[in-house]
């Protein structure tokens, strides 16, 4: 992660910026993370009133959230292979075909609607220019 925490009085700082902001992002509480950066939880509420600091914070939570989009999708075959296969074995009990089948079916339909909104979004911004 590169660094956009203004420094002050150099690296060391800098440095110590940046394993807060990891630690924040893998820890329960601000007094954990602050001990996990090795700071004092005060030093880290302190850096967290800082525009710099709460920059750098948010652009890692981005990065954080977009990595387990990605990884949500990656798993969105896995999840429909699972639903096909509740859905076919003829084993599984009535009430677990029924609902992979109905989930299979809701998904279906709003991404039907998503389509449909997308299309005429598409429409309206092409008028509007």
Same mark, same amino acid.
């Given at each position: 992660?590169?660094?956009?925490?203004?420094?002050?009085?150099?690296?060391?700082?800098?440095?110590?910026?940046?394993?807060?902001?990891?630690?924040?992002?893998?820890?329960?509480?601000?007094?954990?993370?602050?001990?996990?950066?090795?700071?004092?939880?005060?030093?880290?509420?302190?850096?967290?009133?800082?525009?710099?600091?709460?920059?750098?914070?948010?652009? /890692?939570?981005?990065? !954080?959230?977009?990595? +387990?989009?990605?990884?949500?999708?990656?798993?969105?075959? *896995? #999840? $429909? @292979?699972?639903?096909?296969?509740?859905?076919?074995?003829?084993? /599984?009990?009535?009430? !677990?075909?029924?609902? +992979?089948?109905?989930?299979?079916?809701?998904?279906?339909? *709003? #991404? $039907? @609607?998503?389509?449909?909104?997308?299309?005429?979004?598409?429409?309206?911004?092409?008028?509007?220019?």
């Amino acid at each position: 992660m590169k660094s956009t925490i203004s420094t002050g009085h150099g690296e060391k700082k800098s440095r110590k910026q940046e394993q807060a902001v990891i630690a924040l992002l893998s820890e329960p509480s601000i007094s954990a993370a602050a001990k996990v950066a090795g700071i004092g939880e005060t030093t880290l509420r302190r850096w967290m009133q800082d525009n710099s600091f709460q920059e750098a914070y948010r652009g /890692a939570k981005r990065q !954080a959230v977009g990595q +387990a989009i990605s990884r949500i999708q990656q798993s969105s075959v *896995k #999840a $429909v @292979e699972t639903l096909e296969g509740v859905m076919d074995n003829p084993k /599984a009990p009535a009430m !677990a075909r029924v609902m +992979a089948a109905k989930t299979v079916l809701e998904t279906a339909i *709003k #991404a $039907v @609607e998503l389509e449909e909104i997308e299309a005429r979004l598409t429409e309206l911004e092409r008028r509007s220019e």
